[in-house]
């Protein structure tokens, strides 16, 4: 398992300033984020990225994406590159004996888009709920991370303030009522009634929930609720939010 683009890397560099976003599905985690990201000079980490591309290589491999073993030993022959600047690429390949049965993932293939797609939404959460799975990738995040050579970098996900990056400066708790994510996901997806997207939204929640807490902020990390806000308003809130830590760091260093 390997992951993180060459150009990202640059050995020697300061550790990155880290800020850990969080939130239910359709919150606007990576939309924001990433905003947000560029306005600050920063990359961005999309964590949900893995997850969706290791359920979708097992899928094209018809491996059984609730036998934790089966997951393991794909992540072994799994090799995972994400960019974490500019417009996100991510790539899958699948070395050794495992890709026998889809030659085609011997080689890097672009799952950019394919990721994105209803079936693997509906599916992810059988790879994310094994407790070795989640382990591992968060292992690989904080590698990425630490070996980026950015100043700093936004993470994304649903563990990232309790789990991947607990000690990071700034940490964020994104969320909206289901109602609201539900119609704007709608939106992206016009072959879905708004009900539908609701129901399978929360059904997604309903089983991450079962594994990580995203809906009640860990102390020290703030809460902010965008039902209220566009998007401009919702990636100035992070703003906001990442320079006054930093302007409480710089303060508190004079
Ligand atoms: N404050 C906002 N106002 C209006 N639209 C928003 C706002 N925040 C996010 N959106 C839109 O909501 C949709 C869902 O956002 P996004 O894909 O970033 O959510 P997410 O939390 O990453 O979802 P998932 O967990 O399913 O990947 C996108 O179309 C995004 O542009
Ligand atoms: N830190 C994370 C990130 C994601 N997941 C799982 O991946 C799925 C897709 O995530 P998106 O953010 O792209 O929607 C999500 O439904 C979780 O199952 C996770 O467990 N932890």
Redesign the pocket.
Known sequence: MHAATEENRDHGAAAPILVAID??????????SRTAAEQLGFGILDT?AAYRSLAWAARRLGLDLDNAAAMENLLDAWEYRITLRGTQQVTVAVAGGLAAADPELESPVDVTAAIREHEV?GQVSRVSKHPAVRDRLNAMFRTIVAESGLPGVVIEGRDITTVVAPDAPVRILLT?SPEV?AA??A??LPGLTPEQVLADLQARDAKDALVVDFITPAPGVTLVD?SD???E??VQAVIDIVRAAQNAAEESTV
Do not use: I
């Open positions: 939130g239910p599905a359709g919150s606007g985690k990576s939309s924001v949900g939404s909206a994510r704007r996901r939106g992206e965008t806000l566009n998007f308003q919702s």
